[in-house]
Structure formats: structure tokens, C-alpha cells
């Protein structure tokens, strides 16, 4: 039973087109998040919503565009796709108990690749 | 802005060894951090989470520390195996759970 899954695994396209990540947990929780991990292995988060509701947008290029239908899914659509989005896109889900912060489960990713 | 920087960026060591990661971040005012391992082409697994208000975590062979004054972090790794290799990386969250990752550590156990 896999906590964060994400489609598709692979995804290799041209310059310009318009794409979309899926995700889904079957955690429960409450906030999930998109990262991106740059050729260098950085990683660095792109948004988080909590209850469906966007809550950190980082300065990420309006072609990124999250949509979250409910809890348990979030979507992130790419439109006029450039060679620089080419990364590993993550996706993460978390929960908040007791006040305190808990840790973030992450999906396998998603590898694109812009030709 | 918080920043977060671990050394070393590689390490390679023969199986058996003792090893510390080291983890580093400038703003001492967190409330956790975490240590992630990183499998080549897989996604993150959540290692250890050590709250603001402890010092280390234990998990089986692995033992994180947190000094949150000198804004710092080690992860211990006891009796390495070659399955112990993978990407380490440490983050710490900036307002809303949002994490700020380090730069990770390639850890190459040789049998």
C-alpha cells in the first residue's frame, strides 16, 4: 500500500507543451507539498496547500500552476514547458498533531524531461 | 534567510565503520529537524525527527543530535553496511512546514 504515489514516473516532452503531475496520499493528512530537485540534487520546495488551501508559493513561474481537488490528491499542471523545468518533481504529505510539526512523507517522484 | 549546509558532500567507507554526517544550519530558532535518506532514483524516506526541545534520537544503528545554539546536527551511523548507501539529507522547517533542505551526503559503503 504506497503512503504518497505519484504518475506518471517518467515523463519526457517537448519545449512548449503542457503537462500535469498527479499525486495522491492515502495517508490522512492534511498538507501536502510539491519540491523540485534540480540536476544538482538540490531540493527545494515549489508550494504547499493545507485543507486545499494554498499556503507557500516559492516564487515558482506562474506556468506552475497546483491544484488540489481535495485532502488526498495534488495536482501540479506545467504549461509551455522549458528545459529548465527538467528536474525531479517530489511530492510530499504531512500532518499537524499536539501543535507540534510532524514529519513529511514523499512520493518516488517524477522525472521530466524537456527535449 | 535560513540556510542549511552539510559536510561532507561524499563519503566512502568500508563496511563496518563507524560514521558521522555533519549538518549545519544558520538560524538556531527551529522547531525540529529531520535526517532523509535518499536511495539513487527513488524518493525520500524519513530517517529521524528530532523535536526542538531534545538533544538526539536513536533509531536502530542511527543517532541524530541537535545543538540548535551552534545551529548544528550529526548523524551517527554504527557498524555501516553497504545498504547504508544513499543520499543523506538534513532539513529544518521555515514557517509553515515548509522545509529548507541541506546539500546532502553521498555515503558510499564498500563491502
Not at chain 1, 500532518?95 to 510532524?102: A, D, F, K, N, Y
Request: proline residues 5%; glycine residues 6%; positive net charge.
Amino acid at each position: 500500500d504506497t503512503a504518497v504515489s505519484q504518475t506518471p514516473k517518467y515523463l519526457v516532452t517537448q519545449m512548449g507543451n503542457d503537462k500535469s503531475i498527479k499525486c495522491e496520499q492515502n495517508l490522512g493528512h492534511d498538507t501536502m507539498y510539491w519540491y523540485k530537485q534540480d540536476s544538482k540534487k538540490f531540493l527545494k520546495i515549489m508550494f504547499s496547500y493545507n485543507n486545499k488551501e494554498l499556503i507557500i508559493n516559492e516564487t515558482v513561474p506562474n506556468r506552475f500552476s497546483p491544484k488540489s481537488p481535495d485532502k488526498a490528491h495534488l495536482n501540479l499542471h506545467i504549461n509551455s514547458l522549458e528545459l529548465g523545468d527538467s528536474a525531479v518533481y517530489f511530492c510530499a504529505s504531512s500532518t499537524r498533531s499536539s501543535g507540534r510539526e510532524e514529519t513529511q512523507y514523499f512520493g518516488p517522484g517524477t522525472r521530466l524531461l524537456v527535449l | 534567510k535560513q540556510e542549511v549546509t552539510q559536510i561532507p558532500a561524499a563519503l566512502s567507507v568500508p563496511e563496518g565503520e563507524n560514521l558521522v554526517l555533519n549538518c549545519s544550519f544558520t538560524d538556531s530558532a527551529i522547531y525540529n529537524l529531520q535526517w532523509f535518506r535518499q536511495d539513487p532514483g527513488k524518493g525520500l524516506t524519513s530517517l529521524l525527527l528530532i523535536q526542538s526541545s531534545q538533544r538526539e534520537q536513536t533509531s536502530g544503528r542511527l543517532n541524530a543530535s541537535l545543538d540548535k545554539s551552534s545551529g548544528r546536527s550529526t548523524l551517527y551511523i554504527a557498524a555501516s553496511q553497504p545498504g547504508d548507501s544513499a543520499t543523506y539529507l538534513c532539513a529544518v522547517p521555515t514557517g509553515f512546514q515548509k522545509l529548507v533542505f541541506g546539500t546532502g551526503t553521498r555515503l558510499l559503503v564498500s563491502p
